[in-house]
T-cell receptor, first 112, second 112 residues
Framework: TQLLEQSPQFLSIQEGENLTVYCNSS?????LQWYRQEPGEGPVLLVT?????EVKKLKRLTFQFGDARKDSSLHITAAQPGDTGLYLC????????????FGTGTKLQVIP | DARVTQTPRHKVTEMGQEVTMRCQPI?????VFWYRQTMMQGLELLAY????????DSGMPKDRFSAEMPDATLATLKIQPSEPRDSAVYFC??????????FGDGTRLSIL
């Protein structure tokens, strides 16, 4: 069974601060997705990374896939209250996107 | 934007009653997933279908839960009889070989 551990589990920061969320596994993934979930809604896909060492930027969010494709990080610069939510990483195996393993989640609160 | 549609959004019923949740996947997606999300357990995979055939339902309590895909535009998840411990948010997601999972907004289920 592939497991994805996220850290930290909870994070409460002031607006304007930077933060990093980590997603770690002992398994190799063919690709990794990051989702954000807001209260009362389903998870929304933010990004997919597929190549070891790949870095993708989405405005103030920077996503990195580890060289060995076992881990990933999400860095948010100058966090804003709109970034508040549950962040989930999800790793896809050799079967592609059609089945993924979800991480344990990181709940982020950005205080104005 | 194409969306996964789930109905109902909220359901409150008494224990012992049958509950049916419905999902319309994104057109062209051939894989449909059912998840359950709780504070304690996070996001758990219950079952998934590919091309309407059930591939894995090992996450589902077999004695009371059942999942079907009567056609490519409809997936159902039934609980009979329902119990208070089934209270959770149930999500449907759809995907294809080339498209990561996209989630619906969930059915919030409360069993009294």
């Amino acid at each position: 069974t592939q497991l994805l551990e996220q850290s930290p589990q909870f994070l409460s920061i002031q607006e304007g601060e930077n933060l990093t969320v980590y997603c770690n596994s002992s398994s190799v993934f063919s690709s990794l997705q990051w989702y954000r979930q807001e209260p009362g809604e389903g998870p929304v896909l933010l990004v997919t990374v597929v190549t070891g060492g790949e870095v993708k930027k989405l405005k103030r969010l920077t996503f990195q896939f580890g060289d060995a494709r076992k881990d990933s990080s999400l860095h948010i610069t100058a966090a804003q209250p709109g970034d508040t939510g549950l962040y989930l990483c999800a790793g896809a195996g050799s079967g592609g996107y059609q089945k993924v393993t979800f991480g344990t989640g990181t709940k982020l609160q950005v205080i104005p | 934007d194409a969306r996964v549609t789930q109905t109902p959004r909220h359901k409150v019923t008494e224990m012992g009653q049958e509950v049916t949740m419905r999902c319309q996947p994104i057109l062209g997606h051939n894989t449909v997933f059912w998840y359950r999300q709780t504070m304690m357990q996070g996001l758990e995979l219950l079952a998934y279908f590919r091309n309407r055939a059930p591939l894995d339902d090992s996450g589902m309590p077999k004695d009371r839960f059942s999942a079907e895909m009567p056609d490519a535009t409809l997936a159902t998840l039934k609980i009979q009889p329902s119990e208070p411990r089934d209270s959770a948010v149930y999500f449907c997601a759809s995907a294809s070989v080339a498209q990561p999972q996209h989630f619906g907004d969930g059915t919030r289920l409360s069993i009294l």
